[in-house]
């Protein structure tokens, strides 16, 4: 069986994917798959929440540290999945508070999951460059933001 946080982070890239794709907006897509997946757990639904909000809030400022370690490819030219899987993580290592080490596996696995062959190792590259510069982009987003995000684990 799946963790909690690995359901709800399938769940976010399935709907941030489809929000950069199709341009639908965040609220239709979350309530669309709440109708899709009307038995998923509080916490599931919960955390699947706070990345879809969180991620497209900060998305701007997300995509500019994402474009400085991912300089050989415009990131409109990064595959949709990629570049959600890099948000996600980047996000959830920040603002999330969730410890590197395991945002950077997490990513890798969705990666694996649903993206390219090279996905993996393109999206372990380019966070294992930011990771570094965590508490310099989590202040930036806080900042962007105007809050300053709850700790989690």
């Not at 990131?75 to 996600?88: F, G, K, P, Y």
Request: charged fraction near 25%; charge should be negative; hydrophobic fraction near 45%.
């Amino acid at each position: 069986m799946k963790g909690e946080r690995r359901l709800a982070r399938e769940l976010a890239l399935q709907s941030l994917y489809e929000i950069d794709a199709v341009g639908h907006a965040v609220g239709w897509v979350l309530q669309n798959c709440l109708e899709r997946e009307p038995d998923l757990p509080e916490p599931v639904l919960e955390y699947y929440q706070q990345l879809v909000t969180g991620v497209v809030k900060c998305r701007a400022q997300l995509d500019v540290y994402i474009q400085q370690y991912a300089q050989e490819w415009p990131l409109e030219q990064v595959a949709i999945v990629d570049r959600n899987v890099l948000r996600m993580a980047l996000y959830e290592f920040t603002v999330g508070r969730i410890p590197i080490k395991v945002a950077i596996n997490e990513a890798v696995e969705l990666a694996k999951a649903f993206g390219s062959d090279s996905a993996p190792r393109f999206v372990n590259g380019v966070l294992g460059a930011l990771a570094p510069l965590r508490r310099e982009i989590t202040e930036a987003l806080e900042a962007g933001m105007g809050t300053t995000a709850p700790a989690s684990s």
